[in-house]
């Protein structure tokens, strides 16, 4: 055996994996570098901010910036953050306050994008180091010559990154400004942390690693979800001291351990935190059943490669590779039903998934991942051919039945053609092409190899509805277009009230530069503006509108209620009193 390979004689007989030094073989660092911007700059540039989140989030952060709201309880117009949890919307505030000369929404997305790829780094990191642990090597050859631990740690590593990118449930979510991208960026980072102090052997110095985990926590918690780090601290503790785990039998160790638990929850029981889980039991089982439903597609393809993976390492289950993301998806699959919302925590789910579903790979056959590769290939081309074939329809008109279906889905949205969108969607067209034949054409051994396509799919996909329908995307899924048009009746000097509005609407006519007050009340308080905004799932009935007229309506994409409904006082103001309910 080969010097510095930590194997086990346990290892030796009970081992799943076998991996020789040309499956170790590492992704090209630029490759990987690449694949990782090209998955993170798509739906952060050029994009308008999109609901429920993105925009009441951004209209949040712009009066933090600008000192009209308070920053440990923001509000709107009166209207709380829809979201528990603070660190997120100081982190953009300051950016929009550091950078005036940015775009608020861009500026608050630097650190969204920033989150993105600290999850990458983290996820990246977290995987070396369980791939390293004794647990997790694979069969040692008889007269040596296997894959050396560091080579076959970074290619394990190099699979879980792109794992973590072929996920489809974080595309969208990822790249929306809410507290999520940024828990599951800390999750990550104790998540590295963890798998760290439980495989590197205890005469190396781990004091920044617990600063790090201690920050992380601290982090977790005040991004909304202190439930959930106080737990996924507690059932690491319980694993790293268990018996078998002799080299975190240190008394350093259990102290470190034992202070970040005490941190925990003396921080849990002293801040008011937004209660994130185990606060909802009555339906628990609906909620189970719709997170099963929803991690079908939410962690594809990774939540099938995860469970394999425990069922071939089910001898080495008390290894950190096994035991440390088993016992945190179990955290999070029990805390996000019980709170209410699972796909929250469904995101933050995704890095420890990814790093559990790579250990599946080395323990397949050769027909098994060539599977993965056709279903990846047969998905992804048909999934980009469709977005192609509707696209060109949609702006030329032929075939026709495809651009009536487009047409009815958007209806009042015009086509245009923006060239560098084009150029773009062409290039990573072609990129998807040669990425085909160059898996078709070798006969490639290394362990990532079968998830190249998969991530890279991902990538093309993505990058498609970023470019080629981003207007369309736009269109649907923002308020600014709404904004826009009220704001096309209304003079901007104008005093605007506004009753039943949703808080992005809310934000996107301040961005308009409009002068909105809340008018929520039905009693005997009458708007005191000329122009009254109403939102489309208001009572009309039990408002008096004899002293006002009707300007226009404007309706969504999917034209629900009776529409955003803009009415201007007449001459006699007296008569506008809304009547009692």
Partial sequence: MPRGQPVSFMNFRTSPAVVTPLAAQRLPRLALVLLAALYILPGLLGREPWKPYDGANLGLMIHMADGSA?????????????????????????????????????????????????????????????????????????????????????????????????????????????????????????????????????????????????????????SGYPTTATLLIFVTLMGLLQRENAALQVRSVKQAAIGVFVVAVFLYTLVPWPRDGLVQWTEVHHHVVRALKTMVWFGWPAWPLAAWAIWRWRLQRRSPHIWLPGFWLGVLFVVGVTAGVPQRHLMLTLPILASLAVFALPTFKRSA???????????????????????????????????????????????????????FAAAITVAWAWMIRWRTGHQQHALWKGLVLSASGTIWVWGLLMSLWLPAVNYGMSYDMVARRIGQVIPASECISATGLAPTLFA??????????????????????????????????????????????????????????????LATPDAAVPSKP
Avoid at 102 to 123: E, H, K, Y
Avoid at 382 to 402: D, E, K, L, R
Avoid at 535 to 546: C, I, K, Q, S, V
Wanted: glycine share 8%; with cysteine.
């Fill in 70 to 222: 308070n920053w440990l309880y923001p509000s709107i117009a009166g209207l709380p953050m829809s979201e528990g949890g603070w660190l997120p919307y100081w982190i953009g505030a300051l950016f929009i306050w550091a950078l005036p000369f940015v775009d608020p929404a861009m500026a608050s997305r630097i650190p969204l994008g920033l989150s993105l790829a600290a999850t990458f780094v983290a996820t990246w990191y977290a995987t070396y180091h369980l791939a390293r642990a004794p647990g997790a090597q694979p069969v040692p050859f008889a007269f040596g010559g296997q894959a050396s631990t560091k080579s076959y740690a970074c290619a394990m590593a190099d699979a879980s990154l792109l794992a973590l990118i072929a996920c489809l449930g974080l595309a969208h979510m990822g790249h929306e400004f809410s507290l999520h991208p940024f828990a599951t960026a800390f999750v990550a980072i104790l998540f590295w942390a963890f798998a760290k102090v439980s495989v590197i052997p205890t005469a190396h110095n781990l004091q920044a690693t617990w600063i790090v985990a201690a920050g992380a926590l601290l982090g977790l918690m005040a």
């Fill in 369 to 423: 991942l060539a599977l993965i590769d056709w279903v990846a290939l047969l998905l992804f081309t048909t999934v980009g051919f469709v977005i192609w074939f509707y696209w060109f329809a949609f702006q030329t008109g032929a075939p026709a039945p495809a651009a009536n279906a487009v047409a009815r889905l958007l209806p009042g949205f015009e086509p245009a053609i923006s060239w560098i969108e084009c150029a």
């Fill in 508 to 569: 996107a006519l301040e961005r308009q530069g409009l002068s909105i007050v809340l008018n929520e009340s039905l009693g005997s308080d009458a708007p005191q503006c000329d122009h009254w905004v109403i939102g489309e799932d208001a009572d009309m009935p039990r408002f008096n509108l004899a002293a006002w007229t009707p300007v226009t309506t404007v309706w969504q994409l999917d034209r629900r209620g009776n529409g955003i409904r803009v009415f201007q006082r």
